[in-house]
C-alpha cells in the first residue's frame, strides 16, 4: 500500500508483507479465475449438452463456419496473449517505453479479435440466416462466443485505461492537460490502426485485380495522408513533459490485467476446438 | 531478491531469455493452432481426430498458463487455486454431458416426433 | 457505535497528496455521520451494516411467513389469494437465504475475522465495501415487485423452467428476481474473494493455518464455496434472461430446449448453498462450546478437515434435489450414494461438539443455550435430511411438507440458532454491553418451543401426503389440526423473535456496560477493548498457538515483552497505516443498481437508456475508484491500548 522506494529493488515474485508471499492482488486474481472457471464450465457445457443432443431441423455448422476468419483472429489473439507477456515482462524491468509498445500491440490485437467477431456475426446473420433465436444452436453459440467476446472487450477497456495511466505524471497539477493529450493519443493511435487497414485493404484489391501501384495510390491518397498525420499526431500527443508516476512498483497491476488476458486467451483455446473444430468432425 | 543473471538455476533465467522464451512458446502456440486446423481434415476416424484436437487444445492450455502467466515459476499455491476451479468447472461440464447422455434418462418417446 | 473518539489522525509529509488534488478525488474523512457510513471501508462498521440489513430482511422473511401460516392455519382459508400466495412463499425463501442467513453469516465474517487472525482490516477495503452496497441494490431491486403493479416474483426460490418463460410469466416480476439474484451473485463472490486473500495472506505473524480459529476454517471454505457455486447460477440466469428478454431457446422445448437443464445449472449451485448457510454457523459454534465448556475444542484439525470435506462433497450431490425428475437408475444411485457421503463428515463435527461439552465445566448462558438447541436441532434435521438421501423414501417425501421440516430444522434450528447465538456472544465486543441473562433465555426458551410447534407435526404432514407450495388444502385430508398448531408455533416463534430483537435493541441504547473479554474468550478478538479502536490491534500480535488469545493470557510476560518491541517498530515506521475511505464503491454500486433496474422492471423502449445510465455511472465510478489512489494514512494509536 505504501509506494516503493525507487532504490530497493523489487522481486516481482515475492511480498513480503503477506503471509504466503503471493502478492494481493495476485491471489485475487488467479481466485477470480477459478471462480471464472466455473462460469464458462456452466456455459461451454450447455453448448455441448444441446449439439450432443440437437432437435430435428438443427443447422449444419460446417455449412454456416467459415474456419479461415475464425483461424485468423485465433491467431491474433494468440498473439496478443504473447504481446501481454512482453509487456509484463518490460514493466517488470523497468522498461516502460517497451511495456508500452508491446501494452498497444496487445490492444490492437484485442480490438482486431473484436472486430473479427462482429463481423463474423454479422455474416452469419445476414448471409447463412443464423440468429440468436432461430435456432437453439444460435442460442448456444451466441451467448457463448459473445459472452467471451465481452471479456475481451472488458480487457481491451482495462488496458486502453493501463496505458493511458503510464502516461500519468508524477505532479498532476503541473501538468493538468496530460489526461486530454492522453485521450487525443488513443484516438490518434485508432486512426492510424484504421487507416492502415484500409490503405492494406486497398492494396489487397489493386494486387488481385492488377491495376498497378499507381493506381493504388491515387486511389489511396486520402489514407495516405490520414496515415501520416494520425500518425504524427500519435507521437506528438505522447511526449510526456516531466517524469511520470509509474514504474517499476506498477508491475504487479500489469500482471494482474495480464493474467485476466492470458486466461481469456485460454477460454478461447477451450471454444475454438469445443464450438468451431468439434463441428467438422 | 534481486535477480542475479548469471548463476540463476531455471527458475529465475536471465531476462533475455525470458523474452525469447515467450516468443518461442508463440510460435509453438501458432504452429499447433495450424495442425488443429488441419488435423480436421484428416481422413481419420472421428474418434482419433477428436483426441487429436482435446490433446492439442490441452498442451496449448498448460502452455499458457504454465509459462505466459508464470505458474511455472510462482508459488504452488497459485497453481492449486486455479487447479481446484479447472477441476471443478470440467468435472461438473463431464457429468452434465453423462447426465444428459444417459439412455435411461431419454424419454420413451418425444413431442418432437 | 462509538468510534474511538481520542485517536489523533495525521498526515506523515511523505504520504501527503500531491499539492493539488481534482475536486473529484476528495478525501471523506468523516468519522461519525451519514457520509462516514456511505464511505467507510471499516470492516467492522461493514459487518455492522450488514447485520442491521440482514436483521431488518429476517423480519420482513418473518412476517412472509405469519401470512403463509395464517393463510393455511384452516382449510379453504381465503385470506390470500392464490396468487399472493405463491410471491409469499417465493419471497420468503429467496429473503430468508439472500438477504437475511447470508448477509448475517457475511456481518460476522466482516466484524470478526480479521481481528481472529490480528489483521487490522480485510486485503481489499474498497471492494469490501462495494459488496456491502451491491448487496443492497440486490435486495431492493428484489423487492421492487411489492411496489409494482407486477407484483413479487411468484416462481418459488428456485425460479424452475418453463414456470419462469416468458410465456407463463409474461410480467416483470420474474425479472426483477433474475436481476436481484445476479446483483447478490456479484456481491457475494466480490466478498468472497476478498475474503479468501485475507485470510490466506493477511494472517499475524506466527499465525499458521492450523492455528486458525474455526470460525476463520469456515469463512475461507464458504467463501470458496461462494466464488465457485455462485458462477453456475450465474449462467442459469444469464440463459432463462436471454429467454426472456431476447427470445432464444434454453429452455424452449418447442425449439428443443430442456427444461430440466435449469433445474441442473440451479442445483449445481444451489446444493452448495445450502453448506454455504450452514458452515458458518458451524463455525460460530465451533468458538461458543469451548469458550463456555473451558474446555479446548474437541479434535479441531479433524474439524476443520471434516468443513472443508462437507464443502468439496457439497459439489457432487445436486441432483439429490432431482430424484424424481427422471435421471435413470445409474444417475440416481450415484448422487444417492454422495449424499450420504456427505453425512459423514457432518456427524464427525457433532461428535467433536459432544467431545468438547464432556467433562468441561459448563457455563450455561444465553450463547451456550442457543448453541446447545443448535447440535440438537441440527441433528434432527440431519436424520430427515439422510431420510432423503435414498431415492426410493425421497419419491414420497419430494415436494411434500417432509422436505419442508426437513430444511427448516437445519436452517432455523441451525443456521439461525447459531446466528442468533454469536450475536449474543460477540454482543459485548462489539457494543462493550452485556445483554440481560434473563431475558436472553426467555427468548431462547420461546424461540425454542416456537420453532419445534411449527416444524415438527411438518414431518407428519409431509408423510401424510400435503405438498408444498399448494396455498390451500381440503378439509378431509387428515391435515387441519397439524397445520393449525404449525401456525400456532408460528405465532409463538414470531414472539420469541420479537422478545429477542426487543431485547437487542433495549442492550445497544441502554444495556449495561462491561470490560472486555467479557466472556474470558480463547481466540484474538477477545484481546481487543469493547468496543475495538478503529485500527484493531495497537501492536499486531505474534501468535504462538491455536486459541491465541488465551496463550497469550497464560503467557502475560512473554507477551508483555514482545509487544513493547513490535510497539517500537510500528512507530518508527510512523505509526498504524490506515485506508482511507472512499465515496466510489458506493457509487459504482449506485450505477449497478440503476443499471439493473433498467433491465428489469422498467417497460420495453425504455429499456436500453436507463440500462446505459446506470452502466455509464457504474463505468465512472469504477474509473475514479481506480484513480484515486489507496496511499492511506498513518495513526497512533492509543496510550492505553499500547499498555494492555
Keep these: 500500500m505504501s509506494s516503493h522506494a525507487a532504490h530497493a529493488p523489487i522481486d516481482h515474485h515475492h511480498d513480503h508483507t503477506t503471509s504466503t508471499g503471493i502478492p494481493n492482488k495476485k491471489l485475487l486474481m488467479w481466485t477470480f479465475l477459478a471462480s471464472d472457471c466455473m462460469f464458462f464450465g456452466m456455459l461451454i457445457a450447455t453448448h455441448l449438452v444441446y449439439r450432443l443432443h440437437p432437435p430435428p431441423g438443427a443447422p449444419a455448422a460446417q455449412d454456416i463456419f467459415s474456419i479461415e476468419l475464425t483461424s485468423f483472429s485465433t491467431f491474433i489473439l494468440l498473439m496478443s496473449s504473447l504481446m501481454m507477456a512482453l509487456a509484463v515482462n518490460a514493466i517488470q524491468k523497468g522498461n516502460l517505453k517497451s511495456m508500452r509498445w508491446s501494452l498497444l500491440t496487445t490492444i490492437v490485437f484485442g480490438a482486431i479479435f473484436l472486430w473479427c467477431q462482429v463481423y463474423e456475426f454479422d455474416h452469419f446473420v445476414k448471409d447463412r440466416n443464423f440468429t440468436l433465436t432461430n435456432s437453439l444452436f444460435g442460442s448456444t453459440f451466441y451467448t457463448l462466443t459473445g459472452t467471451h467476446g465481452t471479456h475481451v472487450a472488458i480487457g481491451v477497456l482495462w488496458l486502453i485505461m493501463m496505458y493511458v495511466r503510464s502516461f500519468q505524471p508524477r505532479d498532476t497539477a503541473k501538468d493538468r492537460t496530460w489526461f486530454l493529450r492522453n485521450v487525443l493519443h488513443v484516438a490518434a493511435v485508432t486512426g492510424v490502426v484504421l487507416f492502415a487497414m484500409f490503405a492494406v485493404l486497398n492494396l489487397v484489391h489493386v494486387i488481385q485485380a492488377g491495376t498497378g501501384l499507381g493506381a493504388f495510390f491515387s486511389g489511396s491518397i486520402w489514407l495516405l495522408v490520414g496515415l501520416a498525420v494520425t500518425t504524427a499526431a500519435s507521437v506528438h500527443f505522447a511526449k510526456p513533459r516531466g517524469p511520470v508516476a509509474f514504474d517499476e512498483s506498477n508491475a504487479i497491476d500489469v500482471e494482474s490485467m495480464g493474467l485476466y488476458w492470458h486466461f481469456v486467451d485460454i477460454v478461447w483455446i477451450v471454444i475454438f476446438t469445443a464450438v468451431y473444430l468439434l463441428e467438422y468432425v | ?113 | 457505535m462509538s468510534m474511538d473518539a481520542s485517536v489523533k489522525t495525521h498526515f506523515t509529509g511523505s504520504e501527503a497528496p500531491a499539492p493539488t488534488r481534482a475536486a473529484v478525488f476528495w478525501r471523506p474523512t468523516a468519522k461519525t455521520g451519514f457520509v462516514s457510513w456511505l464511505t467507510t471501508v471499516d470492516h467492522k462498521k461493514i459487518g455492522f451494516l450488514y447485520g442491521v440489513f440482514a436483521l431488518f430482511f429476517f423480519l420482513v422473511g418473518g412476517f412472509e411467513a405469519l401470512l403463509i401460516r395464517i393463510q393455511l392455519a384452516v382449510p379453504n382459508n381465503d385470506f390470500l389469494t392464490a396468487q399472493r400466495y405463491n410471491e409469499l412463499f417465493t419471497m420468503h425463501g429467496t429473503t430468508m437465504i439472500f438477504l437475511a442467513v447470508m448477509p448475517l453469516s457475511a456481518a460476522f465474517f466482516n466484524y470478526i475475522m480479521p481481528l481472529q487472525i490480528g489483521a487490522r482490516d480485510v486485503a481489499f477495503p474498497r471492494l469490501n465495501a462495494f459488496s456491502l452496497w451491491t448487496f443492497v441494490a440486490g435486495a431492493i431491486v428484489i423487492n421492487l415487485g411489492w411496489f409494482m403493479p407486477d407484483g413479487a416474483p411468484d416462481g418459488g426460490w428456485f425460479g424452475y423452467a418453463p414456470l419462469t418463460s416468458k410465456q407463463f410469466s409474461p410480467d416483470h416480476s420474474i425479472d426483477t428476481w433474475v436481476m436481484g439474484l445476479q446483483l447478490l451473485g456479484v456481491a457475494s463472490i466480490a466478498a468472497s474473494l476478498n475474503f479468501i486473500v485475507t485470510i490466506i495472506n493477511l494472517r499475524a505473524p506466527g499465525m499458521t493455518m492450523m492455528r486458525l480459529p474455526v470460525f476463520t476454517w469456515m469463512t475461507l471454505v464458504t467463501a470458496f464455496l461462494i466464488v465457485l457455486s455462485f458462477p453456475a447460477i450465474t449462467i442459469a440466469l444469464v440463459e432463462l434472461m436471454m429467454d426472456r428478454l431476447f427470445g432464444t431457446s434454453f429452455f424452449e422445448v418447442s425449439n428443443g430446449g430442456m427444461p430440466i437443464l435449469w433445474q441442473h445449472l440451479f442445483w449445481i449451485f444451489g446444493h452448495p448453498e445450502v453448506y454455504i448457510l450452514i458452515l458458518p454457523a458451524m463455525g460460530i459454534i465451533s468458538e461458543i462450546l469451548p469458550t463456555f465448556s473451558r474446555k479446548p475444542l474437541f479434535g479441531y484439525p479433524i474439524v476443520v478437515f471434516s468443513g472443508a470435506t462437507i464443502g468439496f462433497l457439497g459439489f457432487a450431490v445436486w441432483s439429490h434435489h432431482m430424484f424424481t425428475t427422471g435421471m435413470g437408475t445409474v444417475a440416481t444411485a450415484a448422487f444417492a450414494l454422495a449424499t450420504m457421503a456427505i453425512a459423514v463428515p457432518t456427524g464427525v463435527k457433532i461428535f467433536n461438539w459432544i467431545g468438547t461439552l464432556w467433562g468441561g465445566h459448563l457455563m450455561m448462558r444465553t450463547p451456550m443455550m442457543f448453541a446447545l438447541g443448535f447440535v440438537w436441532m441440527f441433528m434432527m434435521g440431519g436424520f430427515s435430511g439422510i431420510m432423503h438421501s435414498a431415492a426410493p423414501a425421497d419419491a414420497q417425501q419430494q415436494d411434500s411438507y417432509f422436505v419442508v421440516a426437513h430444511f427448516h430444522y437445519v436452517l432455523i434450528g441451525g443456521s439461525i440458532f447459531a446466528l442468533l447465538a454469536g450475536i449474543h456472544y460477540w454482543f459485548p465486543l462489539m457494543f462493550g454491553r452485556k445483554v440481560s441473562e434473563f431475558w436472553g433465555k426467555l427468548s431462547f426458551w420461546v424461540i425454542f418451543a416456537g420453532f419445534n410447534i411449527t416444524f415438527f407435526p411438518m414431518h407428519f404432514l409431509g408423510l401424510n401426503g400435503m405438498p408444498r407450495r399448494t396455498f390451500t388444502y381440503d378439509e378431509n385430508l387428515g391435515w387441519n389440526a397439524p397445520n393449525f398448531i404449525a401456525t400456532v408455533g408460528a405465532m409463538i416463534l414470531g414472539l420469541g423473535i420479537f422478545v429477542y430483537f426487543a431485547v437487542m435493541v433495549y442492550t445497544y441504547f441502554r444495556g449495561e456496560k462491561v470490560k472486555r473479554d467479557y466472556w474470558d474468550g480463547r481466540t484474538l478478538e477477545w484481546s481487543l477493548p469493547s468496543p475495538p479502536p478503529e485500527y484493531n490491534f495497537a501492536v499486531t500480535p505474534t501468535v504462538h498457538a491455536r486459541d491465541a488469545w488465551w496463550y497469550e493470557k497464560e503467557h502475560k510476560e512473554e507477551i508483555a515483552k514482545e509487544k513493547a518491541e513490535h510497539a517500537k517498530e510500528d512507530a518508527a515506521h510512523g505509526g498504524i497505516h490506515m485506508p482511507f475511505q472512499s465515496i466510489y464503491p458506493f457509487v459504482t454500486s449506485v450505477g449497478i443498481l440503476i443499471g439493473a433496474i433498467g433491465v428489469c422492471a422498467v417497460d420495453y423502449g425504455h429499456k436500453l437508456p436507463v440500462a446505459l445510465a446506470g452502466g455509464a455511472i457504474m463505468l465512472i465510478g469504477i474509473y475514479l475508484w481506480a484513480m484515486e489512489g489507496n496511499e492511506g494514512y498513518h495513526i497512533q494509536p492509543n496510550e492505553e491500548d499500547l499498555k494492555s
Design chain 2, 1 to 113: 531478491m534481486s535477480a542475479s543473471a548469471s548463476t540463476a538455476a531455471h527458475d529465475h533465467g536471465p531476462d533475455e531469455n525470458k523474452y525469447q522464451l515467450y516468443v518461442q512458446i508463440a510460435m509453438l502456440l501458432a504452429v499447433l493452432t495450424g495442425i488443429e486446423i488441419v488435423a480436421i481434415f484428416f481422413p481419420f476416424a472421428p474418434w482419433i481426430i477428436v483426441t487429436t484436437l482435446v490433446v492439442l487444445s490441452v498442451v496449448k492450455f498448460l502452455f499458457v498458463i504454465f509459462y505466459f502467466m508464470h505458474l511455472r515459476w510462482d508459488k504452488p499455491f497459485c497453481t492449486i487455486l486455479f487447479a481446484i476451479g479447472l477441476v471443478l468447472g470440467g468435472g461438473t461440464l463431464w457429468v452434465l454431458l453423462l447426465l444428459f447422455g444417459a439412455q435411461d434418462s431419454f424419454p420413451l418417446t418425444s413431442i418432437l416426433d
